[in-house]
């Protein structure tokens, strides 16, 4: 891949972008969370453990609080640790 070089793109002015797109990435995944929870797609199993279902309907993943930490199955936890 070729290196780009732009005039005015400094390190902090990156960081500083990739910071906003984290948030609003972030945003997304709390709209998308809230609107599964409301049209009842969670499952409460335990205390503090619950199976979620995906936005897509085909998967169903677990969700639950360990040594005070939320942890989840999905990729974007597994993953991202988001």
Request: aromatic share 10%.
């Amino acid at each position: 891949m070729e290196k780009v070089y732009l005039p005015g793109l400094t390190r902090s002015l990156v960081k500083e972008m990739r910071h906003w797109l984290e948030q609003r990435v972030d945003e997304s995944r709390a709209m998308r969370g809230k609107a599964i929870y409301q049209l009842g797609q969670v499952e409460t199993v335990a205390h503090l453990t619950y199976h979620v279902n995906s936005q897509s309907g085909h998967d169903v993943y677990s969700v639950e609080k360990r040594h005070g930490v939320w942890e989840c199955s999905c990729p974007d936890y597994i993953y991202r640790k988001t």
